[in-house]
């Protein structure tokens, strides 16, 4: 399966932005999806993943309550709708997945195998 994100700009704090990750491939609905983030000078960070039916999700403490990942199989594509936008929340957003129906926990161990090229959220103060 192919990934691409996109979505990202320049916000203001307590700003909203929704990103997307496309995926090509008549199979999607058999991957889980995970988003994770990379601030400049920072390590790779998960942010949410969800799972392949979307009845799963899980998110990184520091985005719960303002994250929210869904899907549309149908579309093939796969959102992150970031509410309440911090300056700390600045980063590269890119979107990846495990092997085909492997279990969305992988992605909490950064363990996917498909990966989307970034785009970049950057949230002034």
């Known amino acids: 399966v192919q990934l691409q994100a996109s979505g990202g700009g320049l916000v203001q704090a307590g700003d909203s932005l929704r990103l997307s990750c496309a995926a090509s491939?008549?199979?999607?609905?058999?991957?889980?999806v995970g988003w994770f983030r990379q601030a400049p000078g920072k390590e790779r960070e998960f942010v949410a993943a969800i799972s392949w039916s979307g009845g799963t999700t899980h998110y990184a403490d520091s985005v719960k309550g303002r994250f929210t990942i869904s899907r549309d199989n149908a579309k093939n594509t796969v959102y992150l709708q970031m509410n309440s936008l911090k300056p700390q929340d600045t980063a590269v957003y890119f979107c990846?997945?495990?092997?085909?129906?492997?279990?969305?926990?992988?992605?909490?161990?950064?363990?996917?195998?498909?990966r989307g090229q970034g785009t970049l959220v950057t949230v002034s103060s």
């Open positions: 990846a997945a495990p092997k085909e129906d492997s279990s969305w926990y992988h992605l909490l161990r950064y363990d996917y195998d498909y």
């Open positions: 491939g008549r199979t999607f609905s058999h991957y889980a």
